[in-house]
């Protein structure tokens, strides 16, 4: 079991990465272990790692006195962070989300674990950072809407990125907005992806968004309250985004 290679949800918070997650490890084949906030908080590390990371990929960078290479190094740190989610998942097959940190570090992510399943999950960017302001505010913490529009573009620019460079060996592209229309057939699509038997999830699930049980169209309307220099700034910033990804014909239609 410890050879199977774990499932890692990769998108921003409020994207769906809460409801996909839970749904899969309600498989008898997935261990179902959150987020692991230790690599996350763990800032210095992270940094360190991307700049050794990109040494040797631009300056062959090595450390001859140990007659070991930063890949090597790199690697060492991935079996280290491997041995304590597997720890977390008594040595089962585990699936694993960290909002926003997957997907931000996904080049790092991959190096630790180059043959998991990656599952880059996105929601149109109006939505999302309008449920999650209202998650913030809900919890009295500071939000900055013009630096959200920014994480959910450069988001975008990341996924793009995967799918037109092949960085990442598997990896599964999820729409929030098919799944409302769909999710059983996307779910069992998602079930081959990571192979494991194809089942039915209890609905809803572990996600804040689904205890209402608020019809679909909720869910693609959070942004309609926006004022008009909301919706001006989004466009500036991400309008581009929403025409690529196929949300609106243009800035002009919304």
Same mark, same amino acid.
């Given at each position: 079991m410890k050879d199977k290679q774990p499932v890692f949800v990769?998108?921003? =918070?409020?994207?769906?990465? #809460?409801? @996909? +997650?839970? +749904?899969?490890?309600?498989?008898d084949e997935l261990e179902y272990?959150?987020? #692991?906030?230790?690599i996350s908080k763990l800032d210095d590390l992270t940094k360190w790692c991307n700049y050794i990371l990109e040494s040797y990929k631009f300056n062959n960078f090595t450390w001859k006195e140990y007659s070991s290479d930063s890949k090597f190094f @790199?690697? +060492? @740190?991935?079996?280290? %962070?491997? $041995?304590?989610? %597997?720890? =977390? +998942? $008594?040595?089962k097959r585990f699936i694993e989300k960290t909002p926003n940190w997957n997907l931000g570090n996904i080049e790092l992510l991959s190096e630790f674990f180059p043959d998991a399943y990656y599952v880059l999950i996105y929601r149109d960017g109006r939505n999302q950072v309008e449920s999650y302001e209202k998650f913030l505010l809900d919890k009295n913490q500071f939000f900055d809407f013009r630096e959200c529009c920014e994480k959910w573009s450069s988001s975008m620019d990341k996924i793009n990125l995967i799918k037109k460079n092949a960085q990442i060996n598997n990896y599964f592209l999820l729409r929030y907005e098919d799944m409302l229309v769909d999710f059983e057939g996307i779910f069992e699509d998602l079930c081959d992806f990571a192979e494991i038997k194809r089942f039915v999830p209890e609905?809803?699930? $572990?996600?804040s968004s689904f205890k209402q049980s608020p019809t679909h169209s909720d869910f693609n309307c959070r942004w309609h309250s926006w004022t008009d220099e909301k919706k001006s700034i989004f466009k500036q910033i991400a309008g581009k985004q929403l025409i690529v990804w196929g949300y609106v014909d243009s800035n002009d239609s919304w």
């Amino acid at each position: 079991m410890k050879d199977k290679q774990p499932v890692f949800v990769c998108g921003l =918070a409020r994207s769906g990465t #809460s409801w @996909i +997650s839970g +749904s899969l490890g309600q498989s008898d084949e997935l261990e179902y272990i959150g987020e #692991s906030w230790m690599i996350s908080k763990l800032d210095d590390l992270t940094k360190w790692c991307n700049y050794i990371l990109e040494s040797y990929k631009f300056n062959n960078f090595t450390w001859k006195e140990y007659s070991s290479d930063s890949k090597f190094f @790199i690697r +060492s @740190i991935g079996n280290f %962070y491997k $041995d304590l989610l %597997y720890k =977390a +998942s $008594d040595g089962k097959r585990f699936i694993e989300k960290t909002p926003n940190w997957n997907l931000g570090n996904i080049e790092l992510l991959s190096e630790f674990f180059p043959d998991a399943y990656y599952v880059l999950i996105y929601r149109d960017g109006r939505n999302q950072v309008e449920s999650y302001e209202k998650f913030l505010l809900d919890k009295n913490q500071f939000f900055d809407f013009r630096e959200c529009c920014e994480k959910w573009s450069s988001s975008m620019d990341k996924i793009n990125l995967i799918k037109k460079n092949a960085q990442i060996n598997n990896y599964f592209l999820l729409r929030y907005e098919d799944m409302l229309v769909d999710f059983e057939g996307i779910f069992e699509d998602l079930c081959d992806f990571a192979e494991i038997k194809r089942f039915v999830p209890e609905t809803p699930c $572990d996600n804040s968004s689904f205890k209402q049980s608020p019809t679909h169209s909720d869910f693609n309307c959070r942004w309609h309250s926006w004022t008009d220099e909301k919706k001006s700034i989004f466009k500036q910033i991400a309008g581009k985004q929403l025409i690529v990804w196929g949300y609106v014909d243009s800035n002009d239609s919304w």
